[in-house]
C-alpha cells in the first residue's frame, strides 16, 4: 500500500510537524513551511494533526497510487488533476490503484501539501519524519524525494469528502506583512534604523529556501557587528553586515552570531515562505501580548470550525 | 535578570557578556532550574557561551509566566556552583597527512608542528554550545598561542573526524562539510551517529581532553584517512 513517486518536481519533501526538543545536539526542527495548509490537509482528510505529508515546493509532481486511499492537496494553487481531470484543491479525493495524480506548477504561492488518510507511514528519526535535507534526517533516507521512491500508506476506506469553502481559503498574493516581535538585539538598532525597517518594502532575493528568506531593499544598520553565538528561535530576523535582513525558518540553524532585530510572528512567516523571489514584503511590529493572543485566535479558528461535506 | 523577548514563543537568558569558565557554569546551572521550573511548558532549550534560549509552547503558557518561574528558578539557585560534567578524551592524530593547516599555523605562531600538537593536547576544554551542524560541539578556550583566525577561503569539503582550530576554539567536525577553521589532525572518534546511544559523545558543560595517538592506533580505532 503506497504512492510512488514518478517524478518529485522541484523540491518534494516528507514532513511531520517538525522534530523538535533536539536543539541541544544541533538539530534544527524543519517541518511544514507553511503549518496553516499543513493543517488543513490532516484535518480535511480527518488525520491526526502530526500525520506525515508531502510538502511540494513549486510543482510539478506526478504520483502514481499503488492503494486504495483518499487524498487532499492544500497550500499553493498548484492545478491538481487525477487521470488528468481536473480536481480542486482543499478537498478530499477518493483515488484508487493506478490511478495518476499531478501536480501543476502553482499559480499562486508556492508551497502545497499533498496528504493521504491516515498519513504516510514513515519512520522516525529524533521523533520526527520532517526531512531536513542539510542534517541527512527523516523522509526515506533524509533527502528531498526522488522518481522511484515508493511511500507508504494505509489502505483506508470511509473517509468524508470534505473540503473547506473558497472564501475561508487563504489567499496567496505577490505581497505580504510580516508582523515582528521586537527582542533579541533591538536596543542595538538606532530608532532611526528600526523605523527604516518597519516603514520600507523588502523583495525576497533569490537566496530564498528552507533555512530563511533573504531580503533586498534599505541597508539597517546595528551598532555591533556580531555577537556570542547564541540559540537562534524560529522566525527570527537577523542583520548581517550588510545591512540586508534574513527571516530564518524551519531549517535555521540553531546558533549563530549575527544580531537580530526581533521574530517573525509564525503565522506571517507562514505566508512569507508562499512568496517567491521578487515578491514584496513590509515589516509592522506587534507586541508580545499582541503575538499572543494572534495564536490563541488562529488556533481555534482553524480548529473549531465544523467541517463541511462535499454533496456527492 | 536580563531576560530579553526573543520570539512569539521564546525567551533569552543573558548571563554573561564573554566566553570564561565562570559564565558557562551559570549558563548550566540555569539550564537544570528552568527544565525543573517550566517541565511540560517547555518546548527546547539552547544553551551558548553565555546565554540560554528557552522555547515554550505558547497555548500551555505564555511570556509573562514564563519570565516569572524563569526568574523565581534562578533566583532560588543561589550562586552558580560550577556542575562538574563529565571528561571526554577524544583521541587525535595528528600527522601531516590528515593536518592541512598544522605547518602554516606553527609558522604564525613561531612555534614547532609539535609545540602546536603539545598545546592543543595539553590543555582541558570545556564544550560552551553544540550548533552549526549535528553534532557540531564549540570547545574552548584554545592556548593564545595557537589562536588563528579562519581561512580566507572556506573549504568546500572538510572531512568527518577533522580536528580544527578557529579564533580560541577547537571542534571536531562531526560530518563532511564546507568549512574555513584550521585543519590540525583527525579524531577517529564518531561525534554524531544518529544510530548510536547516546548520539553524541559529549553536551554542553562537559570537560574534553585531546590525546596524541599515532597513525596505526587512528586506523585501529577505525579512523578514516580520506
Known amino acids: 500500500m503506497s504512492l510512488e513517486v514518478i517524478q518529485p518536481g522541484v523540491l518534494s519533501l516528507l514532513q511531520d510537524r517538525g522534530r523538535f526538543g533536539q536543539h541541544r545536539i544541533g538539530l534544527t526542527t524543519g517541518g511544514p513551511l507553511d503549518p496553516e495548509a499543513f493543517f488543513w490537509c490532516n484535518r480535511l482528510l480527518e488525520n491526526d494533526p502530526a500525520c506525515t505529508t508531502v510538502e511540494v515546493s513549486f510543482g510539478g509532481g506526478h504520483f502514481r497510487c499503488l492503494a486504495d486511499t483518499f487524498i487532499c492537496v492544500t497550500g499553493a494553487g498548484m492545478p491538481l488533476t487525477i487521470n488528468g481531470e481536473e480536481k480542486p484543491l482543499w478537498a478530499v479525493h477518493r483515488v484508487t490503484q493506478g490511478d495518476e495524480i499531478r501536480l501543476d506548477f502553482a499559480e499562486q504561492g508556492c508551497r502545497s501539501y499533498l496528504g493521504v488518510a491516515d498519513g504516510f507511514t514513515i519512520e522516525p528519526s529524533f521523533g520526527s519524519t520532517s526531512t531536513v535535507v542539510r542534517e541527512k534526517l527523516g523522509g526515506l533516507h533524509g533527502d528531498k524525494l526522488q522518481p522511484g521512491d515508493v511511500l507508504p500508506c494505509a489502505r483506508a476506506s470511509g473517509r468524508k469528502h470534505y473540503y473547506l469553502p473558497p472564501e475561508r481559503q487563504p489567499r496567496y498574493q505577490a505581497m505580504t506583512t510580516v508582523r515582528v516581535i521586537p527582542g533579541y538585539q533591538q536596543a542595538h538598532f538606532s530608532r532611526i534604523q528600526q523605523r527604516r525597517f518597519f516603514s520600507h518594502a523588502y523583495t525576497v532575493s533569490d537566496r530564498c529556501d528552507r533555512m530563511g528568506y533573504r531580503l533586498e531593499g534599505p541597508a539597517i544598520r546595528c551598532d555591533i557587528d556580531g555577537i556570542l553565538s547564541e540559540g537562534i528561535c524560529f522566525g527570527a530576523i537577523q542583520i548581517p553586515a550588510d545591512g540586508q535582513p534574513i527571516v530564518l525558518l524551519n531549517d535555521r540553524q540553531t546558533i549563530g552570531g549575527y544580531p537580530k532585530i526581533g521574530s517573525a510572528l509564525s503565522l506571517d512567516a507562514a505566508r512569507l515562505s508562499q512568496l517567491r523571489p521578487g515578491d514584496t514584503v513590509h515589516f509592522a511590529p506587534i507586541s508580545p501580548h499582541g503575538a499572543h493572543n494572534a495564536l490563541h485566535l488562529a488556533h481555534s479558528a482553524t480548529r473549531r470550525p465544523p467541517l463541511l461535506e462535499q454533496p456527492n | ?226
Open chain 2, 1 to 226: 535578570m536580563d531576560i530579553h523577548f526573543a520570539g512569539e514563543n521564546a525567551l533569552i537568558l543573558y548571563l554573561g557578556q564573554e566566553t570564561s569558565p565562570e559564565t558557562a557554569a551559570r549558563v548550566q546551572a540555569a539550564c537544570l532550574a528552568i527544565e525543573a521550573a517550566l517541565a511540560g511548558d517547555l518546548i527546547d532549550l539552547v544553551p551558548s557561551y553565555a546565554s540560554v534560549l528557552v522555547i515554550y509552547d505558547p497555548l500551555r503558557t505564555d511570556h509573562m509566566s514564563v519570565g516569572h518561574r524563569m526568574r523565581e528558578a534562578l533566583a532560588s539557585t543561589g550562586p552558580a556552583v560550577d556542575v562538574q560534567g563529565r571528561t571526554v578524551v577524544l583521541p587525535v592524530y595528528y600527522g601531516a597527512e590528515v593536518a592541512a593547516d598544522l605547518d602554516a599555523l606553527a609558522e604564525r605562531a613561531s612555534l614547532s608542528a609539535q609545540d602546536v600538537v603539545d598545546l592543543h593536547s595539553g590543555t582541558e576544554y570545556r564544550v560552551y554550545a553544540i550548533g552549526f551542524a549535528p553534532g557540531f560541539a564549540y570547545l574552548g578556550q584554545v592556548d593564545e598561542r595557537i589562536a588563528a583566525p579562519r581561512l580566507a577561503t572556506p573549504r568546500q569539503k572538510v572531512p568527518r573526524g577533522a580536528v580544527a582550530i578557529a579564533d580560541r576554539q577547537t571542534a571536531v567536525y562531526p560530518a563532511v562539510s564546507p568549512g574555513g577553521w584550521n585543519l590540525i589532525g583527525r579524531c577517529p572518534t564518531r561525534m554524531f551517529d544518529p544510530a548510536a546511544t547516546p548520539t553524541m559523545p559529549v553536551a554542553v558543560g562537559d570537560r574534553v581532553r585531546f590525546e596524541a595517538i599515532s597513525r596505526d592506533r587512528f586506523l585501529a580505532l577505525g579512523g578514516d584517512l580520506t
